[in-house]
């Protein structure tokens, strides 16, 4: 299941649990400030595209938890407003 929205020059994936409480707040930060991203729901995929989101999560955070947010390079792991503003503001990639 993926959410994008329009004119965002910077990659952003925000790989979640649909049942984690820290995801959806997470999500919902990212909805308020119109931030394009790309949702993976990891819970609700099966197979071999869950193995292969698994994996990659696993490369970019090696305890696999979520929220895992990667805005091109950057990774950030759990519900960090402050951290993922601060990221965002350098790219330019909030509305407000």
């Known amino acids: 299941m993926n959410e994008t929205r329009p004119a965002n020059p910077k990659r952003i994936t925000l790989y979640a649990l649909q049942t984690c409480p820290h995801c959806r707040r997470l ?3 990212l909805k308020e400030h119109g931030v394009e991203h790309e949702l993976v ?9 869950r193995s292969a989101v698994l994996a990659a ?3 970019i955070n090696p305890a696999s938890s979520f ?3 990667v805005i091109d390079d950057q ?8 951290e ?3 990221i965002l503001h350098k790219f330019g990639a909030v509305s407000h």
């Open 67 to 69: 929220p895992t947010l």
């Open 27 to 29: 999500k919902e930060y």
């Open 75 to 82: 990774v950030i792991v759990g519900y960090k407003p402050e």
């Open 84 to 86: 993922v503003e601060k």
């Open 41 to 49: 729901l990891v819970d609700l995929l099966t197979g071999d595209e």
């Open 57 to 59: 999560v696993k490369r």
